[in-house]
């Protein structure tokens, strides 16, 4: 494992050593009910590997925003009653975060003891990075593990002060993050093709000027494809525009062409004349879309343009949908895109957020290499950003 050359909780001894561990159990609570489990379920790879190797465990994470007050609509004892059903065994909830009962819990802890620190943003320094904060945390632990790729690219008290103090290492949740994602940034197989859609270019600006030099194909498609067919001089008619960003579509092309990258743009579009699902619409070639209406998805013609580009892959990124796929009639091009990754038998890599909703409502999570578990920090790291999280991280 590479890890992007940063220690993982399988270089380091673990055996009796308190390991304070920042999860993301930043999960979905109805009625004190945790709806999706999956981000917890995700975490526990990590968890028992510390527990079957003798840790005392420290668990801690966010839920929620609850602005930096003690608020228990944001508590997070229905993660822990969870972890232990999944664990079999007890996890200890702490009633605080710091204070006296988290302290005395901490002291308690025998080798492979379970503890769960109550919300870390219930104290304002967490967000704001306050190194008091960060050192009280780290007064818990031997060694710090994140494993909360989620909020990697935000600098906080437990994503990266803390690791001032203690040693800093990496669970298996990130390790596959950034092996799976620096590998296609630094040493794709070839051909590599990324796929952007989703709603703005501003979005996704960085991430197109960084990939533009790595990748083979870039495809276009989403709301974000209107500024790009608008720069070409079509008629966009209602479609999502930047106006703004016509210039910089016009320059990325040009980047594009001298650089032979193969950008491909969407051919045809299904319109309609309001932003809503209708049985109803029309399909229209791109530079023929008229007066009043809206493109909401690529066509037909644009699928098997793309997929045939995408048939050849050997590596994929796809961060965005390619049309409102929250829309029955406007989800045609999101899932035939989605059907021709997972059968290219390339690396795909699909980035958190909307596009991981849009893979896993249309049935294809299965078929991907690696979703990633954090839509922002994903974002950054396509853009080649340094992410705070990551980089607080001991080096190997
Ligand atoms: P993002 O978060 O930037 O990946 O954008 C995802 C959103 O883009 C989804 O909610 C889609 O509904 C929206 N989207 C995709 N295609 C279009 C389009 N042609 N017009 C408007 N919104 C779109």
């Not at 644009?302 to 050997?314: D, G, P, R």
Request: hydrophobic residues 45%; glycine residues 10%.
């Amino acid at each position: 494992m590479s890890g992007l050359g940063k220690k993982t909780v399988e270089d380091i001894e673990v055996k009796g050593k308190r390991c304070i561990v920042r999860c993301d159990f930043n999960v979905p609570v109805k009625d004190g009910v945790i709806t999706d489990d999956k981000r917890i379920r995700e975490a526990l790879k990590t968890v028992k590997y510390l527990k079957e190797n003798g840790a005392k465990i420290i668990l801690c994470s966010h839920m929620g925003r609850p602005k930096g007050e003690f608020n228990m609509k944001y508590s997070l004892a229905p993660v822990a009653e969870r972890i232990s059903e999944l664990m079999g065994c007890e996890v200890v909830m702490a009633k605080d975060v710091i204070g006296e009962d988290a302290k005395a819990k901490a002291a308690a802890l025998k080798d492979g003891d379970i503890l769960l620190l109550e919300n870390l943003r219930f104290h304002k320094e967490e967000e704001k990075n306050a190194p008091e904060f960060a050192k009280e945390l780290a007064s818990f632990a031997d060694i710090y593990v994140n494993d909360a790729f989620g909020t990697a690219h935000r600098a906080h008290a437990s994503t990266a002060g803390i690791a001032d103090y203690l040693p800093a290492v990496c669970g298996y949740l990130i390790q596959k993050e950034i092996d799976i994602m620096g590998k296609a940034l630094n040493d794709p197989a070839r051909p590599f093709v990324a796929i952007l859609g989703g709603a703005k270019v501003s979005d996704k600006i960085g991430v197109i000027e960084n990939l533009i030099d790595k990748v083979d194909s870039l495809v276009i498609g989403g709301g974000m494809a209107y500024t790009f067919l608008k720069a070409k001089g079509y008629n966009i008619g209602t479609s999502l525009l930047e106006e703004d960003k016509i210039e910089l579509a016009k320059s990325l092309m040009e980047k594009a062409a001298t650089k032979n990258v193969n950008l491909l743009l969407p051919i045809d579009t299904a319109i309609n004349d309001k932003f809503e699902n209708t049985d109803n619409f029309s399909v229209v070639d791109a530079d023929k879309m008229p007066d009043g209406f809206m493109g909401l998805d690529i066509g037909p013609k644009s699928v098997e343009l793309f997929s045939e580009t995408i048939k050849n892959a050997e590596t994929v990124v796809w961060n965005g949908p390619m049309g409102v796929f929250e829309f029955e009639a406007f989800a045609a091009g999101t899932k035939a895109i989605a059907k021709a990754v997972a059968e290219s038998g390339a690396i795909s890599i699909i980035g958190g957020g909307d596009s991981a909703a849009a893979v896993e409502q249309l049935g294809y999570a299965d078929k991907m290499t690696h979703i990633s578990t954090g839509g922002g920090a994903s974002l950054e790291f396509l853009e080649g950003l340094e992410l705070p999280g990551i980089a607080a991280l001991n080096d190997k």
